[in-house]
């Protein structure tokens, strides 16, 4: 039994989740999904440790919950949409989750966004027919 | 007979939503973006579609990872939206067509497009984003829906070629369809962003132009790069413009541009916006 290695896999700082990731990932995302009911995320909050216990994730899944190591979690195949209903348990939004992938901060994540826009509308108006208000 | 009266793209990304519920479309940073959608729904007041089939894709609300179809379609007479675990508002629930849904699965599963059909299928803000940008303004969603899920999420995906060659065969679905129906299909998602790992937040909006242009003028483009190479340039969440050709492959080779815009970043993402006609009635 072998998992087949695909070429997106050499793409750097990138976890594409594919089969492999959603397998070892499944218990964690599994218990994120259940987050989409507020008697849940009630559950959760009041007891993180039982809740994870109780959806039978690994130590090291468990750990990562429970500090927000939300790049640790992407590796042990947490996927991106399931991480953004746990990370709101520590107060992050997908962007926050975004800088903590950097080291950054948030307001630098959004800077780093921002400077790599920079100078689009002369393109638009390079390529033309693109709507200027 | 049905009949498609255009196809538009637009960003899905729940910051829009948030944007929308408290109402920041005039906020420095959402104005220009939004008031790139007057044209459109401008356009859509002018053409009134009946029905509008809307290809996403589903974030973690309807399809959990025990069951991913590749291709899911919505065969319902109602669509709920509903809490999706991190605060978005829920939004009022939408109205199906089951016969046409019914129908558009058939032609589609006749035509080799091995579609997942959903009689309960709820509707997340892949879906419910884009319907507010077009029209929160009224008081009831104007037109009916057809939700189209395509697999953006678990990899292996479908690549642009066979999201294209569906679009195709949707063309052919929906202009078999007996009743007099205005038809508009959006293709939502993209443009590059990356939410995940090390890489998350690249943007390339020489990226995001190039295929606004080739998605309008030369399709066939996207149809040649893998999925691989699109999510090297776009990131991984970049490959939600896969969901564009599906868009594209049901209206005609030639098109006509009604509107273009394009405004970066929003969240983490370029937002590209196009109108598009068919160029003859066939």
């Given amino acids: ?133 | 007979m049905a009949k498609i009266v255009g196809g538009l793209t637009t960003s899905h990304i729940p910051a829009i939503g948030n944007a929308m519920s408290q109402k920041l479309e005039k906020d420095p940073y959402w104005k220009r973006f939004f008031d790139g959608y007057e044209p459109v729904k401008a356009w859509l007041d002018e053409v009134k579609p009946d029905i509008a089939i809307v290809v996403y894709n589903d974030h973690g609300l309807n399809f959990f990872l025990n069951q991913v179809p590749t291709f899911a379609i919505g065969c319902a007479d109602q669509y709920e939206n509903a809490d999706e675990g991190w605060g978005l508002k829920t939004l009022s629930s939408f109205k199906g067509d089951a016969q046409f849904s019914w129908h558009l699965a058939e032609s589609l599963i006749n035509s080799d497009f091995d579609m997942a059909t959903c009689q309960e299928m709820l509707v997340d803000h892949g879906l419910v984003v884009p319907m507010a940008l077009m029209w929160r303004h009224l008081d009831e969603w104007p037109v009916k829906v057809v939700p189209l899920a395509v697999n953006t999420v678990q990899h292996p995906l479908p690549g642009a070629r066979r999201c294209f060659a569906l679009g195709k065969a949707l063309r052919q679905a929906i202009e078999s369809y007996p009743e007099d129906l205005k038809v508009v299909i959006f293709g939502t998602g993209g443009l590059s962003h990356q939410l995940q790992g090390e890489r998350a937040g690249i943007l390339d909006t020489d990226f995001d132009l190039q295929c606004m242009e080739k998605i309008i003028h030369d399709p066939e483009w996207l149809t040649q790069l893998s999925n691989t190479e699109i999510m090297e340039k776009a990131g991984t969440e970049g490959i939600e413009v896969i969901m564009w050709m599906v868009m594209r492959g049901a209206l005609q080779p030639e098109v006509k541009v009604v509107h273009k815009h394009y405004h970066a970043p929003i969240s983490n993402t370029g937002a590209g916006v196009l109108v598009l006609e068919n160029t003859n009635d066939s």
């Avoid at chain 1, 793409?11 to 009911?37: C, K, W």
């Avoid at chain 1, 559950?43 to 468990?62: G, I, P």
Wanted: charged share 25%; proline share 2%; net charge neutral.
């Fill in chain 1, 1 to 133: 039994m072998v998992w087949k290695q695909h070429d997106y896999d050499a793409i750097p700082g990138t976890y594409v989740f594919d089969g492999q990731r959603s397998h070892s990932g499944y218990n964690l995302n599994r218990m994120a999904f259940s987050f989409n009911e507020q008697a849940n995320r009630d559950e959760f909050a009041r007891d993180m440790d039982a809740y994870c216990r109780k959806y039978n994730l690994s130590d090291e899944q468990r750990e990562a919950v429970l500090r927000g190591d939300f790049l640790k979690l992407l590796q042990l195949g947490g996927n991106i949409y399931y991480l953004a209903k746990i990370a709101v348990f520590h107060g992050l939004t997908v962007q926050d989750a975004g800088a903590s992938f950097h080291g950054i901060t948030t307001p630098e994540f959004k800077q780093h966004l921002v400077n790599q826009a920079q100078g689009f509308e002369e393109k638009l108006r390079k390529t033309g027919g693109y709507w200027h208000g």
